[in-house]
């Protein structure tokens, strides 16, 4: 797998491509989440500790101990306080180490309309613009926030 960053045109002119991780936002604290590597088709039965810091609907950047490789593909478990019930499947991107640490940038698949937009809604909880409570998100007016499709 390739991740095209950049395309040279005729002429000497290039087409640089924005990173696939743009909206990632730095959370005001971090979220503590584990992770599962998958190797080959099988998902792994460890699971690793890891801290969430930056968060968008596209992806993730967590600090983990987790022996991870990139384009190593993976499974994100989020705590209960997040109303994130199913784990989210993503792929890594980039790993840097240090001191015995991994700092990995996730990006997410597979993820439907709802999930995107409770991602968004967390993403900005994090940033402090709406708030966290055990039962789920809250807006930030401290009404409970809606995310899916409104009827019309």
Do not use: N
């Not at 971090?30 to 190797?39: N, T, Y």
């Not at 306080?81 to 640490?101: F, H, N, Q, S, Y």
């Not at 409770?118 to 994090?126: D, M, P, Q, V, Y």
């Amino acid at each position: 797998m390739w991740v095209v960053r950049r395309l040279e045109v005729e002429h000497g002119s290039s087409l640089v491509l924005p990173s696939p991780v743009l909206d990632l936002a730095v959370l005001a604290s971090a979220i503590d989440v584990s992770l599962r590597p998958l190797r080959g088709k099988q998902l792994r039965t460890d699971t690793y500790q890891a801290k969430l810091v930056k968060l968008g609907a596209s992806g993730a950047k967590l600090d983990t101990d987790c022996p991870l490789l990139m384009f190593d593909a993976v499974q994100v478990t989020m705590p209960p306080k997040t109303a994130m019930l199913d784990a989210l499947d993503g792929r890594v991107l980039t790993i840097t180490e240090r001191a015995g640490w991994r700092t990995a940038i996730v990006r997410f698949g597979g993820r439907d309309w709802d999930v995107r937009a409770r991602l968004e809604l967390l993403s900005c909880a994090g940033r402090g613009y709406a708030r966290l409570r055990p039962e789920g998100l809250l807006s930030p007016h401290g009404e409970s926030a809606t995310v899916g499709h409104s009827g019309s």
